[in-house]
């Protein structure tokens, strides 16, 4: 069975420091990987996705994707309290469907 | 841009009651669209998907049932609800051919009592 595994946390950083989420995966053929904040009793909202190996940044966030390690993670620089929430690792698997991870609770100590 | 609609937000319904929820999407033709449902504390649950008119998909054998009568409508439906119904129900739209991205409404909160 497909799998996506998180730390459920919680994981508590001090603001203006580097938050590091993980990820891993057991389908070694996925080729696609997202990740998710959500805010609690609010919806997913998209961060960031990464298809190739290596890293992608956008802004404050960088996913990090190691295809021969099954691991994809997610750094966020400069950590601020509105950083605070839950962070879902999806990825792709086949037939139009995601594979979630439980999410990472995350946070931010002001 | 795409916009996605849900409704309602809340929900409080009775045991055995039917149940309808409903989603919509703007800005966007022949989406692929997915009804996920998130238990308190829990990570996401695919219920069901569609790529087209009238196509559904299954993933959870249950007492719901979806469709979709238009191109950017999806409906969750049941006939009889439950206590173990209760959730966070989430619609969410991707386009292609399902390795990208998806995008979530913003849910409707149900609780059967």
């Known amino acids: 069975q497909k799998e996506v595994e998180q730390n459920s946390g919680p994981l508590s950083v001090p603001e203006g420091a580097i938050a590091s989420l993980n990820c891993t995966y057991s389908d070694r053929v996925s080729q696609s990987f997202f990740w998710y904040r959500q805010y609690s009793g609010k919806s997913p909202e998209l961060i960031m996705s990464?298809?190739s190996n290596g890293d992608k940044e956008d802004g404050r966030f960088t996913a990090q994707l190691n295809k021969a390690s099954q691991y994809v993670s997610l750094l966020i620089r400069d950590s601020q309290p509105s950083d605070s929430a839950t962070y879902l690792c999806?990825?792709?698997?086949?037939?139009?469907?995601?594979?979630w991870g439980a999410g990472t609770k995350l946070i931010i100590k002001p | 841009s795409q916009t996605i609609h849900q409704w309602p937000a809340t929900l409080v319904q009775p045991v055995g009651s039917p149940l309808s929820l409903e989603c919509t999407v703007e800005g966007t033709s022949n989406p692929n669209l997915y009804w996920y449902r998130q238990a308190a504390g829990r990570g996401l649950q695919l219920l069901f998907y569609s790529v087209g008119i009238g196509q559904i998909s299954s993933e959870v054998p249950q007492n719901l049932s979806a469709s979709r009568p238009q191109d950017r409508q999806f409906i969750l439906s049941s006939k009889k609800l439950l206590l173990s119904d209760s959730g966070f129900y989430l619609c969410a739209w991707s386009v292609g051919t399902g390795d990208n991205e998806q995008f979530f409404g913003p849910g409707t909160r149900l609780t059967v009592l």
């Open positions: 990464i298809y």
């Open positions: 999806a990825v792709y698997a086949s037939n139009y469907q995601l594979i």
